[in-house]
């Protein structure tokens, strides 16, 4: 059972890993290995293959054991074939299909990282930022600052200028690069 989005991941990595199905972890649990940490109870997953990605792993994570929240569609109807929410233990595992192009871009530039006695896929830095970006709120904004000063010197400026420009976040990427 877990009791804590790192001991969420480790169950949850070995089913990813073995499966055909691209991810990457993405969230406070990324921002917290590339920024500063922040608590949370939850585990983002963006996974790659469409809605049949996301229906083998959600599938995958159940045969696991992880209970698949129905209630939490019927709350969130316009998330239907975006986004599933699992639940291991006490923690949310959210897995949401990759929606755009930048999705895909991030998924074939993620990496592999060493974090909590484990090996992970996460986005690139400058991806991260886009993601978190794209939510718009205060709390992830918060994030994109983390990363952004945690990253800085490893950075790829004129991608993540590029992307912010496609995806119409100018104004998030001017606001996360300009904080102090």
């Known amino acids: 059972m877990a009791d804590s989005p790192s001991s969420a991941l ?3 990595l070995p089913i990813l890993n073995r ?3 691209s991810y990457a972890i993405i969230g406070a649990v ?3 290995i590339l920024g500063r ?3 949370t109870l939850d585990l983002d997953i963006l996974v ?3 809605s049949q990605g996301l229906t083998k792993i959600s599938s995958l994570l159940e045969r696991s054991g992880a209970e698949k929240s129905e209630s939490f569609l019927e709350a969130n109807p316009m998330l239907r074939g975006i986004m599933i929410r699992m639940r291991i233990g006490s923690i949310h595992v959210d897995l ?3 929606r755009d192009r930048h999705d895909q871009t991030t998924l ?3 990496r592999m990282v060493s974090a909590f006695g484990t090996k992970v896929w996460l986005p690139r830095p400058e991806d991260l930022i886009l993601l978190k970006m794209k939510t718009g709120r205060d709390r992830d904004l918060s994030d994109c600052i983390g ?3 945690a990253q800085k010197d490893q950075l790829d400026p004129n991608y993540l200028r590029r992307w912010a420009a496609r995806l119409r976040l100018l104004d998030e990427y001017h606001y996360v690069v300009g904080a102090k």
């Open 147 to 149: 990363i952004f000063e």
């Open 108 to 110: 074939r530039r993620r």
């Open 48 to 50: 790659g293959g469409g």
């Open 10 to 12: 480790k169950q949850v």
């Open 37 to 39: 940490p922040r608590a």
């Open 19 to 21: 499966s055909s199905v």
């Open 96 to 98: 949401i299909r990759s």
């Open 30 to 32: 990324a921002a917290g």
